[in-house]
């Protein structure tokens, strides 16, 4: 019962959020603040996230095939295959759960505690529309773009560590990428970087909307929105690829 009161009280403020979305003047502001956090802000983590995923893969990639009588172009295949249909969407989106649901949970579950979400509806203010929807806006919009930073610094991080390690250089890696390149892993990627945006910010805000006990319920529910946001990502990416692979 307890988990079915948690699902209705979850899809009661996604409606909410869904029909808040004619309310242009309510978030408007709130989106655009949205939009420079969740997604400025992140650009260096999701570069670095993205080199560094990028340069593994093609080390660990031609130490596995050193051995292997096959051209040294597919290890420059199989890091940007890797790269473009799972690594950069699903590791940027675990980074990004600690980094953006954590901070959605905290500022909700904080203006909760001390009472802030209920002088807003005091004063005739649709909290929902001013608080949750920019949030869960700005994650469907700047995950994708960050998705896409991070598949090209993850790339360009492949080139570079293969270029100085020896075990592959630029040209070849590049013909390697280019000969197995689907459109199609571009558009899978931005798909799931799409649902884990929507998952990440709605189950944050949700956790942080309903918070209680003061600080230490703040402290709990930003743990609980981590947590579940990475749990929910995985399942997602899981569904995602049974249902479009």
Do not use: H
């Not at 209705?8 to 939009?35: A, F, Q």
């Not at 956090?37 to 130490?63: D, H, N, R, W």
């Not at 009472?115 to 608080?131: K, P, R, T």
């Not at 990428?177 to 459109?183: K, L, N, Q, S, T």
């Amino acid at each position: 019962m307890e988990a079915l009161e948690k699902l209705g009280r979850y899809s009661l403020l996604l409606y909410r959020s869904l029909r808040s979305l004619y309310e242009v003047d309510t978030y408007k502001k709130n989106l655009v603040n949205e939009l420079l956090k969740i997604g400025y802000e992140s650009v260096p983590i999701v570069l670095l996230t993205g080199v560094f995923t990028g340069a593994v893969m093609t080390i660990q990639t031609a130490y596995q095939l050193e051995i292997a009588f096959i051209p040294i172009s597919v290890i420059g295949a199989i890091t940007s295959e890797s790269l473009l249909i799972e690594l950069a969407a699903v590791i940027t989106s675990l980074v990004l759960a600690g980094k953006v649901g954590a901070r959605i949970a905290t500022e909700l579950g904080t203006m909760r505690v001390s009472e802030q979400i209920d002088a807003l509806e005091s004063m005739g203010f649709n909290s929902v529309s001013f608080l949750v929807l920019p949030r869960v806006l700005a994650g469907l919009i700047m995950f994708p773009l960050l998705y896409i930073f991070a598949s090209i610094s993850g790339i360009v991080g492949g080139i570079v560590a293969g270029a100085i390690s020896g075990a592959i250089p630029p040209a070849e890696f590049m013909q390697g990428a280019r000969e197995f390149f689907y459109p199609w892993d571009v558009t899978f990627g931005i798909l799931k970087a799409f649902v884990f945006g929507y998952v990440i910010t709605s189950v944050s805000c949700y956790k942080g909307y309903y918070a209680t006990g003061g600080a230490e319920g703040v402290g709990n529910s930003t743990t609980q929105a981590t947590v579940l946001s990475c749990i929910y990502v995985l399942l997602a990416d899981f569904v995602l690829a049974a249902v479009f692979l």
